[in-house]
């Protein structure tokens, strides 16, 4: 009878064991499940992304050709047998166009009669493709009562049309791409339209196909059917994914059965058995590291004296890294400096580096996302790399550029980003160019007031843009400001506003601005920041710190001269371009904010699309990366754009203007570009210099 209690104590463990082990079991099939549908999902997103890229790689070509066609037909409406040679022009030079074709309003040229519709499109001959040109438009192929033909025109712009079948020209079925053609007086005379056939968008249907048995569509903007769903009126429970093409309004849906993702389940049996057996075996584990707790407990604590040393090791490393001697620049008596890092934890991640070159400082600070050792080593990478672009750039957006590119890559596994502000001071001039990645806006101190010889602290204006590491290729810009004589330009991290007390209450950018206020005019550099960072600790108290804490102050102490002072700046915007023709759409983006008058946007927009495409596509080997820089400079009389490479060298103003009057077959291939640039812009200069292309395009605005 004594025995029973040990009976029933067993009993119990086993039913606690097998609580566990079910358990067990459980999460582990509701995590296997939760991880096959975001695979389905990330699978499908992936697919359709790859299907949207191809769609508007195609949908953007066809664009252009449509907008090229339209501004060329303009040119030439006084010629309407020109029109053949255009259509056929653009069919032979866009591969994925079908047919090319004008549509003139009705009895526009008396005498074409009513309807005047030359058409382009290839036609099979056995085994070749040719071109075949006619005027398709009449009483058996009315297009003036055509539905895309009518909201074409309503739309007054680009314009996709709903999928139909061509029964006079391509005799296949089309979506139609249409661009307005407009005369003298701005009034649209017809429509210059590109076909596709739906045929060639199949392949792409493939990408959709994520598994054997899922489903696909596309469907047009007005919910026509483009590629059909397949009937789904089972009572199969499914997953649906969907993705909007921004080019032409369709969208694509992947529909995939709850059956075919979650087929693994059954796979995962055994390992479930595996897991079970596991649990049991983790609870005698358990009963024996119970026995075993004081070893353990004293190994964990010489564990932790181990890691603290090796913790320190680092923290002294780190430091090292960064500028350790003040005042720095013997050779430069009119500069001072100063700055610290209070890191919040053994190692942090926030820095500041300067050096100086050629009679410039090259001076940043910045902030790694997260704490302690992942974001030291991001923090060493970033000075590291600030140091090696800024040894040979001198433009501060190119060198965040360039920071950003290494920091977006492969490694960045852990999707960690940095803040950065960059500035490049010149010790002649005082003139300050600088770049922000998402950092604090650093603080301007003018120490003169002829007045009252007070302080006055402000802050600089700084554009925000992305922090380093987010987003690859995106475009940074530079700014720019004087610095005076006794003028100090105060840099930090976020970790000085928000060091919080014990109530939660953070010093904030008022109580910096307080304590600057009370500066006198000859402190240095280290001086300010002792200043500030005794009353954060007055502030902080006993509380422990939250965030590391950087700062850095640069003053300048040589009068800057009086012809920096100029009263009318021409205003200068530059984009770098990586050699991918898949960052062409950046380009629209950045011309859109040049401000430039609408009526020019889109032929400047045309001209320079074509000259970039050029440069991509030709200037460097294959396989081989390189930059395309696109420097503008506006006034109120006109803009000039640089485009300058270092790939092989090319002239394209020595190329001969093609002929457009006479038929495609007898036209050299190519040439069209450099034509339409050359239409469109009032002045186009090409040099070579230094092993680099430089290609100057003018239009008076």
């Known amino acids: 009878m004594k025995t029973y209690p040990r009976t029933y104590g067993g009993l119990w463990i086993l039913i606690a064991a097998a609580i566990i082990v079910e358990s067990t079991a459980a999460i582990q099939y509701f995590y296997c499940r939760s991880a096959l549908q975001h695979e389905a999902e990330h699978r499908a997103k992936a697919e359709l992304s790859r299907a949207e890229l191809e769609i508007n790689t195609i949908a953007a070509e066809v664009v252009m050709s449509a907008k090229a066609m339209a501004l060329i037909a303009e040119k030439n409406l006084s010629s309407p047998d020109k029109m053949f040679d255009i259509t056929r022009n653009m069919v032979s030079q866009t ?83 249409t661009c307005p053609v407009k005369d003298k007086n701005g009034q649209t005379v017809a429509l210059a339209g590109a076909d596709v056939s739906l045929s060639r968008l199949k392949y792409i249907a493939e990408y959709l196909q994520v598994y054997p048995e899922s489903y696909y569509s596309i469907t047009s903007a007005n919910g026509l059917s483009i590629i059909p769903l397949p009937d789904l009126s089972d009572k199969k429970d499914y997953h649906i994914y969907n993705e909007y093409i921004d080019a032409t309004g369709w969208s694509m849906t992947i529909v995939v059965p709850d059956s075919v993702i979650f087929a693994e389940l059954q796979r995962i049996g055994l ?17 024996y590291l119970t026995a075993k707790d004081l070893v353990r407990v004293v190994n964990l604590n010489n564990q932790k004296e181990r890691m603290e040393s090796e913790l320190s090791i680092a923290r002294n490393i780190q430091m090292a890294m960064l500028p350790t001697r003040f005042p720095p620049f013997e050779d430069y008596s009119g500069l001072n400096a100063f700055g610290i890092v209070v890191p919040a934890k053994e190692v942090g991640g926030d820095l500041f580096d ?112 992305l922090p380093m590491g987010v987003l690859s290729g995106f475009t940074y810009t530079t700014q720019s400001a004087v610095l005076s004589e006794g003028d100090t330009l105060f840099l930090f991290t976020d970790g000085l506003t928000e060091a919080e007390n014990s109530k939660h209450e953070q010093f904030g950018k008022e109580r910096v601005l307080k304590v600057m206020k009370e500066w006198k005019n000859d402190m240095t550099s280290q001086q300010q920041i002792d200043e500030i960072q005794t009353e954060v600790k007055k502030f902080v108290g006993t509380a422990e710190q939250s965030d590391d804490l950087t700062m850095l ?48 946007e889109m032929p400047i927009n045309l001209a320079l699309e074509e000259a970039v495409s050029n440069v991509m596509l030709y200037a460097y080997p294959k396989d081989k990366a390189g930059q395309v820089l696109v420097e503008a400079e506006k006034d109120r009389s006109q803009i ?48 070579r210099k230094d092993n680099k292309n430089i290609l100057t395009l003018s239009k008076k605005l």
């Open 553 to 600: 102050s640069v003053r300048y102490l040589k009068q800057c001269d009086n012809h920096l002072q100029t009263a009318v700046e021409r205003k200068r915007h530059s984009l770098v371009m990586r050699n991918d023709i898949q960052q062409i759409p950046t380009l629209a983006e950045w011309i859109e904010s040049l401000g430039l008058p609408q009526t020019l």
């Open 354 to 465: 300067f050096f100086i070159r050629d009679d410039k400082l090259f001076f940043c600070i910045g902030d790694v996302s997260g704490k302690g050792v992942p974001a030291s080593l991001v923090m060493a990478v970033t000075r590291s790399l600030f140091r090696s672009f800024s040894s040979y750039i001198d433009n501060p957006a190119q060198i965040v550029s360039q920071m950003n590119e290494s920091l977006s890559g492969e490694g960045n596994d852990q999707n960690m980003f940095v803040t950065l502000w960059l500035g490049i001071l010149d010790l002649h001039s005082g003139k300050l160019q600088y770049c922000n990645a998402g950092h604090d806006a650093p603080i301007k101190i003018k120490c003169e007031n002829d007045e009252t010889g007070d302080v006055l602290p402000e802050t600089l204006d700084c554009n925000a843009n």
């Open 95 to 177: 591969p994925n166009m079908t047919g090319a074709g004008f549509t003139f309003q009705a009895d526009y040229y008396k005498e074409k009669g009513r309807w005047f519709e030359p058409y382009s499109c290839e036609v099979q001959s056995g085994d070749k493709t040719k071109l075949r040109s006619e005027q398709i438009g009449g009483e058996n192929h009315d297009y003036l009562s055509a539905e895309w033909y009518l909201k074409g025109l309503e739309a007054d712009t680009i314009h996709w049309s709903n999928p139909y079948y061509d029964e006079a020209g391509a005799k296949a079925m089309l979506v139609t791409c």
């Open 640 to 687: 000039v754009f640089t485009i300058t490479d270092s790939g092989i060298a090319f002239d394209p103003t020595k190329q001969k203007e093609p002929d457009i009057t006479l038929p495609a077959e007898e036209r050299n291939i190519g040439g069209l570009g450099i034509f339409l640039v050359r239409q469109i812009m009032d002045s186009v200069q090409y040099e």
């Open 271 to 287: 390992l479930v058995t595996v897991l079970m057996i596991i649990g049991l075996l983790v609870l005698v584990f358990i009963i």
